[in-house]
């Protein structure tokens, strides 16, 4: 489906762009903000941190809003995402992650936030080349881990980490991120269409949100 179809539209357009935004998910959403405000005041050292749910249910978005209200207006460059298609091999982690946590912050960033998307996919060799790194308080680099099945973590590397759980949610909060993702568009749909689809999505907001940019390209332009 082509933003053309969907009015420019496109599910990266309507990911939360900030923790308050996020619906559902109150306990991992409440101590990312508590960390966040910690920080601002200087009275906290980030912990490296694991993100654990099933897939879909806003680790990623969670761990990138986390990053802007950290490093604010400097997170493009202080904030570093390895997605699950990108190289995972030990001599990565050794000859650009590494030398990535002994670099200062750049310009005005409090540290540099470094984010493994799908992080139980790394293989074992890099797990291992990833323990020194995750050994150091995070007080000049903060990593970010999100997996989909946590037993596939090293138990180092678990232990290490503050771990944080993503679940599917519930109607109410399902109508919430629909309402929130409608409100940056200029489409309007009605209750029963919203009603099928937080039916459709069984409680994971990506699929809802596939679903409503779906919705999107069968509305009359």
Request: proline content about 7%.
């Amino acid at each position: 489906m082509t933003p053309t179809a969907t009015g420019g539209v496109t599910m990266e357009s309507l990911r939360p762009g900030s923790l308050a935004e996020i619906s559902g998910q109150t306990a991992a959403i409440d101590r990312l903000r508590s960390l966040v405000e910690g920080m601002r005041r200087g009275t906290v050292v980030p912990p490296h941190l694991l993100l654990v749910g099933p897939p879909g249910v806003g680790k990623t978005t969670a761990a990138r809003a986390y990053a802007r209200e950290v490093l604010s207006g400097d997170w493009e460059n202080s904030f570093h995402q390895l997605a699950a298609s990108d190289d995972r091999s030990f001599r990565l982690i050794a000859d650009r992650i590494l030398p990535l946590t002994r670099r200062a912050p750049s310009r005005g960033a409090r540290l540099r936030i470094i984010f493994f998307d799908e992080a139980d996919l790394l293989p074992p060799e890099s797990q291992d080349a990833l323990r020194p790194a995750l050994e150091v308080d995070a007080g000049v680099c903060q990593f970010v881990l999100a997996c989909n099945e946590v037993e596939r973590l090293s138990p180092p590397i678990r232990s290490r980490c503050v771990e944080l759980e993503f679940h599917t949610i519930g109607e109410a909060e399902m109508h919430r991120l629909l309402r929130i993702a409608l409100a940056k568009t200029r489409f309007q749909v009605g209750e029963s269409e919203l009603a099928a689809i937080v039916s459709a999505a069984g409680g994971i907001p990506r699929e809802a949100v596939k679903l409503l940019v779906e919705q999107f390209a069968r509305l009359p332009t």
